[in-house]
């Protein structure tokens, strides 16, 4: 590597390893298990971007997404199983050890290239920054809050329109109505016309030719005409 001015001693790189490797095998571990249910249609991009989404949700903000894209081409990173309790034992030991076990392929920073690591720890953030992340939540919040907006207003007047609709309905039946109580009207009124001048009819009759049950039938209906109208 040199004795240039960052020059970083051995146990400097093997500290900041155990961290890289620890954090990039939990990511592999994510992205493994989304690379297996990808759905149709979705690229190695789509990928990690849900792996992304998902490990910063569960565990913390991922940034070593350079140094993974490294390593995953070798085969010890090549299909990572999903998480075991054995892996979550290995991964805790791995972290409380004083010192890092020669024996362990994916824990020996003799096996990396150290030469292709980026000193410079601002190479090792992710390509979008969390500060752009942010203001692109906040504008897709206000498009969806706009968007809310609009739906809502949308409905709001299609509800007004159905209850004019409904209130118009109400009113042309309550019209219909009238009309036909007035018809009724008017009918009943014709009934008792035409009634007043059977009855005047009937009382203006002579009845003197009746006799018997006829006669008596005859009497009765004047009588009950006379109380009617008050004769």
Partial sequence: MGKEKDYRKEYSISSKWTDINSKCHQFQEVFQRNWDNMESGQNDANVITRALEEYNATKDTFTYLRCWELLRGSPKWANVPTITSSVRRKSKRSKTSSSVDPDTPTSDARNVNLNI??????????EQPPGRRSAKNKRKKAESSSSNHEILKQDF?????????????GDRRLQTIEERNLENKKFVAIQESRQIEKDIKFLSKPIDHLT???LILAQMRREQIRRKYGL
């Fill in 117 to 126: 690591i980026v000193d410079n720890e601002e190479d090792l953030e992710l």
């Fill in 157 to 169: 007047e299609e509800m007004n329109r159905r209850l004019q609709d409904i209130r118009d309905l």
């Fill in 212 to 214: 018997g049950d006829a």
